[in-house]
């Protein structure tokens, strides 16, 4: 999910042109794709909700000269193919498995839903460098969800957008819903907003894969894989206490926080910062 619908530009703006686009087939069949860019050992990137691989190409266009940044589209968006209203975590376990068996990849950086995912995926795939942008390991608040799939049904996309947005505590404070449905319906009229208008069918796939797993934290004491915890100062709370919790129970985690920075740091606000966490750590 995306506080930067309500920004101007995006990082993804400044982006460099990706070198090949890459496709492997999932365990039922389904093609996923990807953008590599750059040059080195791969590091996968598994993106957030409303967003696609090639919102994260500032990012990879920083790392480039180290690393080879696979940025997957998760189903239904850019190279891969449709997903499906009950697909859930073993689904996106499967892809990810087909991606790494593909290129050899054992590194995986993983924000928001993308992260959650990568998490999950470390107890099952040999990733041995895991770092993770905000996973929402615990429900985010989903008392809006209702209205929104309503809708989404109706094709009123902008409201979809703004009751998402506003849920989830990425708008702008104070900013009411039904004013920033008026600022999504200008925004459709942009290139970023006809994205968001394809993107946002996306999300209620999200929140089943979310509610499709169960167990307590506890369980990530178990973690095999070398970690990396990452958050923004201006986050949601509920975001940052989930990285909290993580940072308590993965052995031997590496948590950093970015000053002044929130949820979009990685593809929107500053993946420059975020890619030199990023090096630093998988080096």
């Known amino acids: 999910m995306t506080r930067a619908m309500t920004r101007a530009r995006s990082a993804s703006e400044r982006e460099a042109t990706p070198t090949t686009i890459e496709t492997a087939r999932s365990a039922d069949g389904t093609t996923i794709g ?9 590091l996968v990137v598994l993106h957030g909700g409303i967003r696609a691989g090639r919102h994260y190409r500032a990012l990879a266009a920083a790392m480039a000269h180290r690393y080879s940044l696979l940025l997957v589209d998760r ?6 193919g449709p997903g ?6 073993e689904i996106e376990v499967a892809d990810l498995a087909a991606v790494m068996a593909a290129t050899g990849a054992e590194r995986v950086f993983g924000h928001s839903a993308g992260a959650f995912i990568a998490l999950e995926a ?5 990733i041995r460098e ?9 429900a985010p608040p989903l008392g809006w969800f209702p209205a929104f799939e ?3 049904a109706r094709g009123n996309t902008a409201r979809a957008l703004a009751l998402a947005i506003d849920g989830l505590g990425m708008g702008p404070l104070g900013l009411p819903a039904w004013a920033m449905a008026l600022s999504m319906r200008v925004l459709q009229h942009t290139a970023q907003g006809k994205e968001a208008t394809e993107l946002v069918h996306t ?26 915890l990452l958050d923004g100062s201006a986050s949601p709370a509920y975001l940052r206490h989930n990285v909290d919790s993580l940072a308590a129970i993965i052995p031997g985690a590496r948590r950093v ?3 002044r920075l929130s949820h979009n740091a990685p593809d929107m606000e500053a993946p420059d910062r975020v890619a030199a966490e990023l090096l630093a750590f998988h080096s």
Do not use: K, N
């Not at 895991?130 to 929402?136: A, C, N, V, W």
């Not at 999300?203 to 934290?217: C, E, F, H």
């Open 34 to 42: 990807w953008e590599r860019i750059g040059a080195g050992p791969a």
């Open 75 to 80: 189903r239904g968006r850019g190279h891969s």
């Open 84 to 89: 499906r209203d009950d697909d859930g975590m």
């Open 122 to 126: 470390a107890h099952r795939l040999p």
């Open 130 to 138: 895991l770092s993770l942008y905000e996973p929402p390991v615990a």
């Open 150 to 152: 309503a809708a989404l």
């Open 203 to 228: 999300l209620p796939r999200d929140v089943a894969t979310l509610r499709s797993v169960s167990g307590s934290l506890d369980r990530h004491a178990a973690l095999p894989s070398r970690t990396l």
């Open 257 to 259: 926080t970015l000053p």
